[in-house]
């Protein structure tokens, strides 16, 4: 007889949480699937009728051109956070081992702190004015252009490449290295050889963590991007808050979830295999 | 080569403390303007007091971040009990933990479109709301990476002694979860407080958290009362993100102990 109250006991932990979840996260998922396919009433609201149109206007190449554009600016983004954070994972997976701690907190804590503030002081650095132009002596225009995105996703996602890929590098066994440089490769053959290809579930994970919120993002064209630069974060944003054409901003944000689905399905595929 | 080697994390460092520390500098300038140091001064600490709109939207924050951790503390909390104790269910730890992966802007617009349907008013309340879904998904995966170092023996000689589910929860499982709790509750604080996107789309025009504010004042112009604020937001958060580390660190020691 103790299924009775362990029932009741399960429902009183598990209900209130799910029940919150299904009403503020599954509903609304459900409305984005859902409003795909109807049209958009002509002041904003929603008329329930089926229409495929809104997933034949996502490939009107206007559309499709900034999914591509986005894809690229994410795609730069994670190249040039790799490029520095793997360096930077790697010289503190060889710092001494009191160091290693207060030295991965360092890269971290920026991105602890407020979205808003780490772009605002992009903003003062990189202004017409600002630090950068007055220390070179330049008047170059760093703000308001696809370069400008691409510095603000890059600020504030770098430290999510250094942390996966300084626990792939801290694991490695370093008589590999030693192994393999005693048979004669240099250091750069064994980079090659031996401890890229065996970080490399760790540049996975680095390169999905910096892709995934780039790739989504519309705070930081929206900020530094000036008028011109879209994404299609930018795109959803127009739809729901200037439009209010609810059925094709959900179309979009479904095309979102798409893509990243997909990565992700390619990335659980490679870490397997490998 | 030793040395060398230090060469791109100094890099790192420099592009990323830069920024920050260019704020924090200038938000002692005696002038007004924000690229140019003339001379020390507390002044913009002061005019940022008077300052209306950015005093309203920090008292907004404060309020959205308050509701949050409440919300989310309680509700995560039962929730990582419930799906540690009581469930195998992978499909509901999917679901739990599901907010801390989606985009945020898709979490802000389903809402969006749910308190549209609805009619619900947009203001404090429904940015509150939206906040407390992935801040709920954190609270619960830090309590339950503390549950799993919780020793589930005392809650069964709990129950075998005639204890209820309730009483066993309060006296036995709750303590020995407080550190967990506490830092979940700081994380659900501190990533409140500095929410752009989510509350950008849920929190209407009427009432403004702080991140909302400062967006619009960027817009028109950097004004100087922002370098202060922004230092003693970052003052905030470091000391949040430090605080939650030790209470993590002191949790986990003691759970070896």
């Given at each position: 007889?103790?299924?009775?109250?362990?029932?009741?006991?399960?429902?009183?932990?598990?209900?209130?949480?799910?029940?919150?979840?299904?009403?503020?996260?599954?509903?609304?998922?459900?409305l984005i699937f859902g409003f795909t396919v109807f049209k958009r009433g002509r002041f904003g609201g929603i008329v329930y009728e089926y229409t495929a149109e809104?997933?034949?206007?996502?490939?009107?190449?206007l559309y499709l051109g900034v999914v591509v554009d986005s894809l690229k600016l994410a795609g730069i983004t994670t190249l040039l956070a790799l490029l520095l954070g793997y360096p930077t994972a790697y010289a503190i997976a060889r710092l001494p081992h009191k160091w290693r701690t207060i030295a991965l907190v360092a890269?971290?804590?920026?991105?602890?702190?407020?979205?808003?503030i780490r772009m605002y002081a992009l903003i003062i650095l990189m202004s017409g004015p600002g630090l950068i132009n007055s220390a070179l002596g330049t008047e170059l225009e760093l703000l308001y252009h696809e370069g400008a995105i691409v510095t603000g996703l890059l600020y504030c996602y770098l430290p999510l490449m250094v942390l996966p890929l300084y626990t792939a590098i801290e694991r490695l066994d370093p008589q590999l290295r030693e192994a393999s440089g005693n048979l004669g490769a240099n250091a750069f053959t064994t980079f090659r050889r031996v401890t890229f290809p065996l970080t490399l579930p760790?540049?996975?994970?680095?390169?999905?963590?910096?892709?995934?919120?780039?790739?989504?993002?519309?705070?930081?064209?929206?900020?530094?991007?000036?008028?011109?630069?879209l994404m299609v974060g930018n795109l959803v944003q127009t739809a729901f808050l200037k439009e209010r054409d609810y059925p094709f901003g959900s179309t979009l944000a479904l095309a979102l979830i798409a893509v990243l689905l997909v990565l992700l399905l390619i990335q659980a595929k490679v870490a397997r295999r490998g | 080569m030793g040395k060398l080697r230090l060469v791109p994390l100094w890099i790192t460092y420099v592009f990323l403390y830069l920024p920050i520390l260019v704020v924090v500098w200038m938000s002692f300038n005696a002038g007004r303007s924000p690229y140019v140091f003339e001379g020390f001064s507390l002044r913009w600490y002061g005019e940022l007091a008077a300052n209306d709109r950015l005093t309203e939207g920090l008292v907004n924050t404060l309020i959205v971040a308050a509701g949050?951790?409440?919300?989310?503390?309680?509700l995560g909390t039962l929730l990582a009990v419930g799906l540690a104790r009581y469930t195998r269910s992978k499909l509901l730890d999917a679901v739990a933990l599901m907010p801390a992966v989606l985009p945020d802007l898709v979490i802000a617009i389903g809402l969006l479109m749910v308190y549209s349907l609805v009619q619900f008013t947009l203001g404090l309340w429904s940015v509150i709301i939206a906040h407390s879904v992935f801040a709920m998904a954190f609270v619960t995966a830090v309590v339950r990476t503390?549950?799993?170092?919780a020793d589930a023996s005392l809650e069964e000689a709990s129950r075998d002694l005639g204890a209820g589910a309730f009483r066993t929860f309060v006296r036995i499982t709750l303590p020995q979860l407080a550190p967990g709790i506490v830092a979940g509750a700081l994380l659900a604080f501190t990533l409140s407080i500095d929410e752009f996107a989510i509350a950008f789309f849920t929190a209407g025009n009427t009432q403004q958290t702080l991140p909302i504010?400062?967006?619009?004042?960027?817009?028109?112009?950097?004004?100087?009362?922002?370098?202060?604020?922004?230092?003693?937001?970052?003052l905030v958060s470091f000391t949040a993100v430090i605080a939650g580390q030790r209470l993590t660190k002191l949790g986990e020691s003691r759970a070896h102990d």
């Open positions: 007889m103790r299924s009775r109250p362990r029932f009741w006991a399960a429902s009183a932990f598990l209900g209130p949480g799910l029940l919150y979840l299904l009403a503020f996260l599954l509903i609304p998922l459900a809104n997933f034949a206007r996502l490939f009107d190449p890269v971290v804590l920026p991105f602890l702190t407020s979205f808003i760790g540049v996975l994970t680095g390169c999905m963590f910096v892709f995934v919120p780039s790739f989504g993002n519309f705070a930081v064209p929206e900020i530094l991007g000036g008028s011109k630069s | 949050t951790t409440v919300l989310s503390t309680v503390r549950l799993s170092h504010v400062i967006y619009s004042m960027l817009k028109v112009g950097v004004k100087p009362e922002v370098n202060a604020l922004a230092t003693a937001l970052l």
